[in-house]
């Protein structure tokens, strides 16, 4: 029978282990404290020391602590715990404890109380009934002074030794596991951003030779010596309309990447919308005046919006250019304005080439390849990107856009809307604001 | 007339750069060139320019360090209009550079040339 200290002390001993919070150095703690209380039930050992194998009976990891309360881990790894078949190994292997007083191969001669210690208790650590270790515990006792009941109290010991190095054994391939997982990420992360700058650098190395492609093409077409003749003026044309594709192509797929990224950040403020409009159409009135189109902003009273400026200007360009260039010259292009005290919607009206049914639902797809409606790609010198980007923008900043038309040759109407500023969308600004995690990209301009 | 003002054209794709050179100079312009940040410092602190077309990605010293410099240590001749003329885009690199001090920004690939001249023209008459 154990006697009511010894259970109090396996109690408090078994509560220390699953106590100790930092798992990872479970037994640096753990070790240090079942020494000093087996000390205060008069077992003075001199030193314990935990053993644990593996499998094939291979030391894994080796625990020592003495009176000094230092836990060292000595390093005999690899190294097979039973070498010499001698009876206590016989014994241990068995699960049974084993009492030995030749301790003298057991011990490094260099330790300072070698002389002291006259017998060792060994005591098998058991999981799940397969061996797991080794507990030692050295004493300067006589070893037939170390009776049945300590032989007892020590087997119970095991089992909390052994608890406390599957936590930390645990605790550590968890930690192990974690850190994995923080270098692949900050790997991939690097990854992730050496794509990124090669995207740009790229972009920017394929618009340099691109722009002088497009420049001598120009020159060319525009500023011959001899004069070009019909078929050459052609082939000019179309490798002039080509390079341009090209480049706005280039900026598209960055803006695209950058957004489908969730890079492009939206900072949005209470703004005039109109004032807005008439910037751009201020912008694109070269473009127009090539054409010899009207562009009519129908000046309404509309509340300020709340979005980001530099978005809506860019699907303005984007919606206001494709305009331009689906509609025959000489015709009117027209932007108007309703609002329903919630959302300005700004729609662009003209009487160009329209869209097919078919069609409209594809319209802001990314490449939407359009068959039936509006000039072949190849020609308008669009990308197939222009209004995939606008509807993600103005996903993005809590509207909605849509088409409308008749069908071919009856014109479009390119509707977007954005939340108006009222006091209840500035109260809750930050829901419309969006901030990328890591680095924000700016959006390359449109090309129109 | 035009005659007689100078610009000097930084540039570091050779073909740009003389592709610039010879639109400008038939126009009548008095044109200087310079393929890199260091060689354009050189020029613009010991020669007197009206106007300088500055590209921002430039091998020794970007565009962006050379509006830096510049303030510090104004070109030669005081009132010197710069001008970018690149491919950079962005809204946030046109408003530093126009922070630093530049009195234009020209998008290369964005302008044909007949635009990207009558852009340097007007900048020019401002000047004047």
């Known amino acids: ?448 | 007339m035009e005659q007689g003002k100078r610009i000097l054209i930084v540039e570091d794709d050779q073909f740009l750069r003389e592709f610039y050179q010879e639109l400008l100079v038939a126009e009548g312009y008095n044109i200087d060139v310079a393929p890199d940040g260091e060689a354009a410092l050189q020029k613009i602190w010991e020669q007197e320019f009206d106007l300088i077309l500055l590209d921002i990605m430039l091998p020794k010293k970007d565009g962006i360090e050379i509006l830096h410099e510049i303030k510090i240590k104004p070109p030669k001749r005081a009132n010197t209009t710069i001008v970018m003329l690149t491919n950079l885009g962005q809204d946030a690199v046109i408003k530093e550079c126009f922070n630093l001090g530049a009195e234009g920004y020209l998008i290369k690939s964005a302008l044909n040339p007949d635009q990207v001249l009558s852009e340097i023209k007007g900048y020019l008459q401002k000047a004047s």
């Open chain 1, 1 to 448: 029978m154990l006697s009511e200290e010894k259970i109090l002390a396996f109690l408090k001993l078994q509560q220390m282990v699953l106590d100790i919070e930092e798992s990872n150095k479970l037994l640096d703690h753990f070790l240090p404290k079942v020494l000093q209380e087996l000390d205060s039930l008069g077992y003075g050992y001199i030193y314990l020391s935990a053993i644990f194998i593996d499998k094939d009976l291979k030391v894994k990891q080796t625990f020592f602590t003495d009176q000094n309360n230092i836990v060292s881990e000595t390093v005999t790894k690899g190294e097979n715990l039973f070498q010499k078949g001698s009876e206590w190994e016989m014994k241990v292997m068995y699960g049974e404890a084993a009492v030995i007083s030749d301790v003298a191969h057991l011990i490094n001669p260099n330790y300072p109380q070698f002389a002291q210690i006259h017998s060792m208790l060994i005591l098998p650590i058991q999981h799940k009934r397969e061996l797991a270790g080794i507990l030692a515990l050295a004493s300067s006792k006589n070893p037939s002074k170390i009776d049945a009941d300590e032989i007892e109290f020590g087997k119970m010991i095991t089992r909390l030794v052994d608890l406390a190095f599957r936590l930390q054994d645990t605790e550590s391939s968890l930690t192990q596991i974690t850190q994995q997982v923080y270098t692949m990420n900050a790997k991939l992360h690097q990854l992730d951003k050496l794509k990124d700058d090669f995207v740009s650098v790229a972009s920017h190395e394929l618009r340099t030779p691109m722009t002088a492609i497009r420049s001598y093409v120009w020159m060319a077409l525009h500023r011959s010596d001899v004069p070009l003749t019909q078929k050459l003026e052609r082939y000019l044309y179309r490798t002039l309309v080509s390079t341009e594709r090209l480049i706005n192509l280039v900026n598209d797929m960055l803006n695209v990447s950058r957004i489908e990224a969730g890079k492009v950040e939206i900072a949005p403020r209470s703004f005039d919308l109109v004032a807005l409009v008439k910037d751009v159409v201020e912008e694109v009135k070269a473009k127009a005046d090539e054409k010899r189109l009207q562009l009519l902003v129908l000046d309404h009273k509309i509340p300020p919006v709340f979005a980001d400026s530099d978005k809506v200007h860019q699907i303005l360009l984007n919606l206001i250019g494709n305009s331009i260039k689906f509609t025959y010259p000489g015709e009117n292009i027209t932007i108007d304005f309703f609002t329903d005290g919630q959302f300005v919607e700004t729609s662009v009206t003209d009487n160009g080439s329209g869209i097919s049914p078919e069609d409209l639902a594809k319209l802001f797809h990314k490449f939407a390849r359009l068959d039936n409606s509006y000039v072949s790609i190849s020609t308008s010198g669009g990308t197939g990107l222009g209004l995939y980007i606008s509807k993600s923008l103005v996903e993005l900043m809590k509207g909605k856009i849509w088409a409308k038309s008749e069908g071919v040759d009856k014109g479009a109407t390119f509707t977007f809307s954005l939340p108006v500023a009222t006091e209840e969308v500035l109260k809750h600004a930050d829901q419309f604001q969006f901030k990328p995690q890591g680095e924000v990209k700016p959006l390359e301009p449109v090309a129109i």
